[in-house]
């Protein structure tokens, strides 16, 4: 069981480029989290999914952030027009049935 | 106002003794996972609890969540155990799941 794999783990953007980051869960996990952490803010939820579907994406920035789940293996939380806010490591979690969350290594998002 | 407020936010022990940090909840939770944040930012499931405590060697930890509060119990610690502790709640509304994380308790043991 590799657990859950996030790729990149380390990205470098420019303010205004586009970021997209890649979450591949356990295998025959149903539900995908996405979070976010800094320094300031902590562990932030940002949105999840179950059996693919969107579930809730409340702590989503409501502007440049979108997250798909186009198969049960994957998903991706894409970020356009970065900006130097947006620095953060984006932790991506799964978990099948018993509800505990198993967290990927994140990615490391600087924006310069 | 935070929904989980976790305390200490920093402690040092000595390697072989033991201390307890606590996690209290403004709002009803369904369960809480403990985790340790390694020096390479992994965060480590230690415990998930709907209830009751879970102990596994050195670690104890206990949910109570009708007084809306956890506790993690470090005995005998050790150099290894040096590193970020956080507390993280699962809402009791419905079938939503998401974690709300403490502001975690850097734990540094020492020789």
């Known amino acids: 069981n590799a657990g859950v794999i996030q790729t990149p783990r380390h990205k470098v953007t420019g303010k205004g480029q586009e970021a997209t980051l890649w979450c591949e869960p356990i295998?025959?996990?149903?539900?995908v989290f996405w979070y976010r952490q800094t320094i300031v803010q902590g562990l932030e939820f940002l949105t999840y999914f179950r059996n693919q579907a969107p579930i809730d994406d409340s702590g989503m920035p409501k502007e440049r952030f979108s997250a798909q789940m186009p198969n049960q293996s994957h998903s991706t939380l894409k970020i356009q027009s970065t900006q130097p806010q947006d620095s953060a490591v984006y932790l991506c979690?799964?978990?099948?049935?018993?509800?505990?969350?198993?967290f990927g290594p994140g990615t490391r998002l600087l924006v310069l | 106002g935070d929904q989980v407020e976790q305390s200490p936010s920093a402690l040092s022990l000595h390697e072989g003794t033991g201390s307890a940090l606590r996690c209290n909840f403004t709002t009803t939770m369904r369960a809480v996972q403990w985790f340790q944040q390694n020096s390479r930012g992994s965060l480590i499931n230690l415990f998930y609890l709907a209830s009751g405590t879970k102990e596994n060697g050195r670690l104890k930890s206990t949910f109570n969540s009708k007084e809306s509060y956890s506790t993690l119990h470090i005995r005998d610690a050790q150099l290894e155990d040096s590193g970020t502790y956080f507390c993280a709640a699962e809402g009791s509304g419905g079938s939503n799941y998401k974690l709300t994380f403490g502001k975690g308790t850097l734990l540094t043991v020492t020789p």
């Open positions: 979690a799964s978990t099948g049935g018993a509800n505990t969350q198993y």
């Open positions: 295998s025959g996990h149903s539900a």
